[in-house]
């Protein structure tokens, strides 16, 4: 069965603090789908990155990277010189090929509340 | 830009109540989907359709049904609501099999249930 673990229920960083947000998946599929969401206090939850498991290039997009390995089960998300704008709630997901899309059956960890203080 | 509308921002209903949660996205998406968000539980998957008329069910589908009787429009119906179905509510769409297929979603709707 398909599960992910993002093991910080909640971190605080001080401004231009770099921070990682963990995110542990498992399944048995050899292609499956990993998202990263952000959700802040607006509510509205954001899309931020896909990655194919086929796919382990890692990412940077401006002060975000992302790390994906998939020989730890792992795609761990960076904030470099985190800003206040960055306080929200980080859901990681994933969602295995055999339901169809990419969409079909996303199953998201238990997010992480990262406060960032100015 | 897409737009997944969820009608009511919050809403407080009594024990025994039927409710309905309405969503409308306005980019011709197949794909709906409606969540439950609960704190320590993350987001959980009630139901989606994949088209009109079409449904299935996701992880916790008891005490929900869902009705999608045009593309742009799905509704959640909790036929007889109970404080346990308290919870904040998600609806998200998508275009299936895209190469960059993602769920865009809704503000969410805070359901009180007294």
């Known amino acids: 069965a398909q599960k992910v673990t993002q093991a910080q229920t909640e971190i605080s960083v001080v401004e231009k603090e770099d921070v990682t947000l963990d995110c542990v998946y498992e399944?048995?599929?050899?292609?499956?789908?990993l998202f990263w969401y952000k959700q802040p206090p607006s509510g509205e939850l954001v899309f931020l990155i896909r990655r194919n498991s086929f796919d382990e290039q890692n990412e940077i997009s401006g002060r975000y990277s992302w790390n994906f390995q998939k020989s730890t089960s792992s795609f761990n998300f960076t904030i470099t010189a985190s800003q206040v704008v960055d306080s929200a709630v980080y859901f990681c997901a994933l969602s295995e090929a055999k339901y169809g899309g990419a969409t079909n059956k996303l199953i998201f960890g238990t997010g992480t509340l990262l406060a960032v203080q100015p | 830009d897409v737009k997944v509308t969820q009608s009511s921002r919050y809403l407080v209903k009594r024990t025994g109540e039927k409710v309905f949660l309405e969503c409308v996205q306005d980019?011709?998406?197949?794909?709906m989907f409606w969540y439950r968000q609960d704190p320590g539980l993350g987001l959980r998957l009630i139901y989606f359709?994949?088209?009109?008329?079409?449904?299935e069910k996701g992880d916790i589908p008891e005490g929900y049904s869902v009705s999608r009787e045009k593309k742009e429009r799905f509704s959640l119906i909790l036929e007889s609501a109970s404080t346990n179905q308290t919870s904040m509510y998600l609806c998200a769409s998508s275009i299936p099999y895209r190469a960059d297929e993602k769920l865009f979603f809704g503000s969410g709707t805070q359901l009180s249930v007294l």
């Open positions: 980019m011709d998406h197949e794909n």
């Open positions: 359709s994949y088209d009109v008329k079409m449904k």
């Open positions: 399944t048995r599929d050899t292609t499956y789908y």
